[in-house]
């Protein structure tokens, strides 16, 4: 089976990349390089994964495709209020191309989505049928995209899969654009303060990205093509508080110094996932945060 993966070389795509490559698919990654890590082009180097280098506004290349796993988007919240039509720009628009070019060509299509679109939630866990609320333009820039696959996908025919992923984590990430947990992990390897915003009492639902990359497996291995929307998060609740003494711990620097500033624009005060309907499609046993916190300090130390 040929598996192509928009944005490639971003942290889940060539994560996923070298998964699928491992478990014998024929994978190529599409991507602009544009925020691309040096790990992750030297890993899928290493991998020999064929790289085609691209603007995914302007993708023209699905044909011979099986499936088509679209991680292509620009991913930061609060760069999302300085440059909001560029976010609609890359996020909106690469998903019509895609959907458009790659829907045409008989192409299956995985949208990598993300829990963003729910906003502050009016119940937790967060249920796929959750009022939609975006904070910030990535949120909305996600949803849009979720809607154009959505019509899409009755004007030419195809069948796809939208995974609205929670708080993705895992070695790897450009540190430009880098979560929470590799900015704790590197700040706190160094010694110097973990910065909170808030009270450090909001949670968020952390999953492995090599849990992330078993799920797609999952999706592709049963077909569950069904046109619908699914959360992919652990349904486990973890506090930043708790996020960042485990790191520090982990690290060995318990001393280390954690610093509150305030909330920043976008940002949601509880979110975890009810992964229900995940779980009746996919049997998955995810990484225990501890032991996925270790590895993401241990890429960082080598």
Known sequence: MRILITGGAGFIGHNLALFLGEKGFDVV???SFERASRIAVG????????VVRG???SFNGCQGFDVVVHAAAYVSVPESFEKPAEYIDNNVTGTARVAYVCGRAGARIIYLGSAAVYGEPVRLPIPEEHPVNP????GLSKYLGELVLQRFSRFYGFKYVALRLFNVYGPGQNPSYAGVVTVFAERALRGEPLVVYGDGSQTRDFIYVGDVAR??????????????VYNI????PTTINQLARGIARLA??????IVYEKERPGDIRHSYADIRKLLSRINIEFTPLEEGLRHVLNSIRQ
């Open 135 to 138: 904070l910030s333009p990535y």
């Open 55 to 57: 603007d995914v506004r």
């Open 215 to 228: 799920i797609i497996l999952g999706f592709i291995e049963r077909d569950l093509f069904d046109n619908t």
């Open 233 to 236: 998060g652990t349904g486990k």
């Open 29 to 31: 990654v599409f991507d």
């Open 43 to 50: 890993r899928l180097e290493a991998a020999r994964i064929p």
């Open 252 to 257: 060995g620097r318990d001393g280390v110094e």
